[in-house]
């Protein structure tokens, strides 16, 4: 009988409801290992992995029916279909967002958990945006409508053979027996339901108990009593030596280095690691990016959604601060937006003297190829390399240079890609790869493409850097972020491998390490390797994550190392030998491959007792004392009234919504109000350009001229390339009748932005009222002009 014709639906629609659904979570999880086949990370679609994945979307579809049942029967026992349209609505919502996960899950191959918690929505936004976003959202459509056309037409289909499954009665028992059957069955990320795994890990994290109960105030706190093992291997000067970082997105050990799954890809590192101090074994604190800068220049602990996304930093000692303190100038580069992940924030807090992202490069250099999005991530580095290069640097004055590299990031587009992918080529034909990473490396020829091209970039930068002041005092310093995200994974460890490459021309032996060390060792050794042979002003305590770096040349795992792998996803800890992953205690060898392990079950006790105190002292502000930091922290102050008036307009997650927000009381003349809220949005966001802008042009609409010309001058230094704040600056020197500046700045803004024809008007306005007004029209002023800007670099 057709359904329409039925006055209430009953168990039986019910049934063939869920079967559909169970129907297509089949689709999607033959779609996950087909792809993942396909991408070379399986060497079989059809395994006991792939029943137990039928087992556990069943055990969902269980526990799914038995909740569901229930508003079904109130509905439809309050009115026709009701029940039935409000369940199919739900469950087609379901299955939306298990095919966002799997699809997430297919590209990065851990599947999303808690980490949700940590991250804004602008930053999620600026990611999708740069993975492909507008191709992401085409196919993501496509998905839906076939999704829900398939969910229609199983629905369809089952009313031929549902007369076998009427007899399962009482259908509540089956599914809850069902359910209570798949929590028996052993689940790993692969195998499991996406959804089922998020909420169950939102769960966890939400409910996790993280208190404290010790007496003690500050249990990081400690003397500085780290071992100087460095000192022997460098001929140090009488001056300090320089310090450079380079943090390479994504280089995980597996490309790098004499035995890499996925190696020559990289040559130049791979040569630089033979004739440097060079750590095979060793580990990044956190698997994104988010962490690498608090875990490697400031051995920090994570807080729960990582350091940089605390609300209010606690007080903290970093290699930038002791090193500023010592008379170092500091300066930090990436060519992408600081203000992702809040690194702006963060350098900030540091008072870091210098900062370079994708907003000051100017004309000369060339972005990242965009995405079929239209979007690009930034500059790609060796244009970055090449930038640094171009700037100033004092013969007198030691330096402390960081790196954060973009291009071995989604979507992995490098400059001259067809030459790159040639290469990639070239090396697949010569052959030395087994089956499986010879299809890995097929699959992924743009990724693979991409590595050569940031080798390259760096093996630039380290010739060129030749040819700054006091080369031959300098020591560089390389590492990953984390291990790429989108090739196939050996085990859970693998995402944290990089390498630890220490190179410097003070070099008096080489040495390669296979012992255990991670991120949080680095700056703790530098700083000892620099104490034992200067006069430092150094802290009298400290509270340093981790110690000095294992110098052994054999295989041990000594230390106490814990490892966030997503944004508020702290599960994996490793003590000595022993990993405690997922619940798991593993064991670790030689060659960083994991295996059950017997025993070791203190190893979960220490990680919930580090979970406790890292809690603590990231919210009570507990790292350090304010008599041991260097720089406390001066967050923008606000009253109370302020205060509840801010957060009744804006709610401090999008700095964008914050600008958009006050560019409507500016224009409403609410000036006060306006630049209140500037001040809120920068306190968050500190490189937000358009914000600053907008305070510099409503100082200069209350007449406040020379505050006004002050601030936009200071967006200008920041992004030579910027035309919004060179048109707020010509308005100011033209309503304050600065004319001959007027002037200065038409030659500035010609020589330094690309966009310069978008304000031809202001510019014409400029040139003429000087005419009018008697003042010379020289070029003069552009060498002069370019000095400024420079020195201001």
Not at 228 to 248: C, H
Not at 501 to 526: E, G, N
Request: charged share 20%; glycine share 6%.
């Amino acid at each position: 009988m057709n359904t329409s014709t039925i006055d209430r639906y009953s168990l039986k629609q019910y049934t063939r409801l869920m079967i559909s659904f169970f129907g297509c979570l089949l689709v999607l999880m033959l779609f996950q290992y087909g792809v993942l086949y396909y991408k070379g990370v399986l060497d079989t679609i059809f395994s006991t992995s792939l029943l137990k994945a039928i087992i556990h979307q069943i055990g969902f579809t269980a526990i799914t029916g038995i909740i569901m049942v229930f508003p079904f029967n109130f509905w439809e026992n309050l009115r026709s279909k009701y029940g039935f349209n409000l369940v199919f609505v739900l469950l087609s919502f379901i299955l939306i967002i298990e095919a966002m996960l799997t699809g997430y899950y297919c590209t990065t191959l851990v599947p999303l958990g808690s980490d949700l918690l940590g991250y804004s929505y602008s930053d999620m936004k600026i990611t999708i945006a740069n993975s492909g976003g507008f191709m992401i959202s085409v196919y993501l459509l496509i998905g839906i409508v076939f999704l829900i056309s398939l969910f229609l037409g199983l629905y369809r289909v089952t009313s031929k053979f549902y007369h076998r499954i009427s007899r399962m009665y009482p259908f509540t028992i089956v599914l809850f027996s069902l359910f209570v059957a798949s929590l028996f069955t052993d689940g790993k990320p692969i195998n499991q339901n996406k959804t089922q795994y998020l909420a169950v890990n939102l769960y966890n994290s939400s409910t996790e108990d993280n208190s404290y109960t010790s007496t003690e105030e500050y249990p990081l706190v400690k003397k500085p009593e780290i071992e100087n093992v460095l000192g022997e291997y460098f001929e140090l000067k009488d001056e300090k030596p320089n310090i450079v970082f380079i943090m390479v997105e994504g280089l995980g050990r597996d490309f790098v280095g004499e035995g890499a799954e996925y190696g020559g890809f990289t040559p130049y590192l791979d040569s630089l690691s033979t004739k440097s101090l060079y750590w095979e074994n060793f580990l990044s604190n956190t698997g994104r990016t988010f962490g690498v800068l608090p875990s490697l220049l400031g051995s920090l602990p994570f807080g729960k959604s990582g350091f940089m996304e605390l609300d209010e930093f606690p007080n903290k000692l970093t290699l930038f601060s002791v090193l500023k303190n010592n008379g170092y100038h500091t300066s930090f580069y990436q060519g992408t937006n600081s203000s992702f992940d809040k690194v702006d924030r963060f350098l900030k807090s540091e008072n870091v003297d210098f900062v370079l992202d994708k907003s000051g490069f100017g004309v000369n250099y060339e972005q990242q190829a965009e995405d079929a999005a239209g979007s690009s991530w930034g500059y790609p580095d060796k244009e970055l390399f090449k930038k640094s290069i171009s700037l100033p640097r004092e013969d007198n004055q030691p330096r402390l240079e960081v790196y954060m590299t973009i291009s071995t990031h989604e979507p992995f587009i490098p400059p001259n890609q067809d030459l790159y992918e040639k290469k990639v080529e070239e090396k697949l034909s010569k052959g030395g790869f087994d089956s499986r990473v010879e299809k890995v490396i097929e699959k992924n020829d743009n990724v693979f493409a991409t590595l050569l091209y940031t080798d390259d970039a760096i093996k630039w930068f380290m010739n060129a850097y030749k040819s700054q002041p006091n080369y031959n005092n300098t020591i560089f310093i390389i590492t990953g972020d984390h291990r790429l995200i989108p090739i196939p994974q050996r085990n859970n460890i693998s995402r944290f491998h990089v390498p630890l490459i220490m190179y410097s021309p003070m070099l008096k032996a080489t040495r390669k390490m296979s012992s255990v060390s991670s991120h949080f060792d680095v700056t703790p050794s530098i700083l000892a390797l620099l104490d034992n042979s200067y006069e430092l002003k150094m802290p009298k305590k400290v509270a340093w994550m981790g110690g000095a770096l294992d110098m052994e040349t054999s295989f041990r795992s000594i230390k106490n190392i814990p490892l966030m792998r997503n944004k508020n996803e702290l599960k994996e800890y490793i003590s000595g030998e022993k990993l405690f992953t997922d619940g798991d205690i593993m064991q670790l060898d030689e060659n960083m491959n994991i295996s059950s392990a017997f025993g070791g079950g203190s190893v979960e006790e220490t990680l919930e007792r580090f979970k406790s105190v890292n809690h603590y002292v990231t919210t009570e502000n507990k790292i350090i004392p304010d008599s041991l930091a260097i720089f406390t922290i001066q967050k923008e102050k606000f009253t109370d009234t302020e205060t509840v008036w801010l957060n009744s307009v804006y709610d401090g997650k999008d700095s964008d919504k914050g600008y958009f927000k006050a560019r409507e009381l500016a224009w409403n003349k609410k000036w006060d109000k306006a630049l209140l809220l500037c001040r809120y949005n920068l306190s968050e966001a500190p490189s937000h350009i358009d914000t600053k802008i907008l305070m510099g042009r409503v100082y200069s609409w209350k007449g406040q001229h020379t505050k006004a010309a002050e601030i936009l001058n200071e967006c200008i230094n920041l992004n030579p390339n910027y035309i919004d704040s060179y048109a707020a600056l010509f308005d100011v020197y033209f309503w304050s009748d600065q004319l001959k500046k007027g002037l200065e700045l038409i030659e500035m803004v010609e020589a330094n932005s690309s966009s310069a024809n978008e304000i031809a008007d202001k510019i014409s306005r400029a040139r003429n009222l000087a005419r009018n007004a008697g003042i010379n029209i020289h070029t003069t002023v552009i060498k002069e002009s370019d000095k400024k800007l420079a020195s201001t670099e």
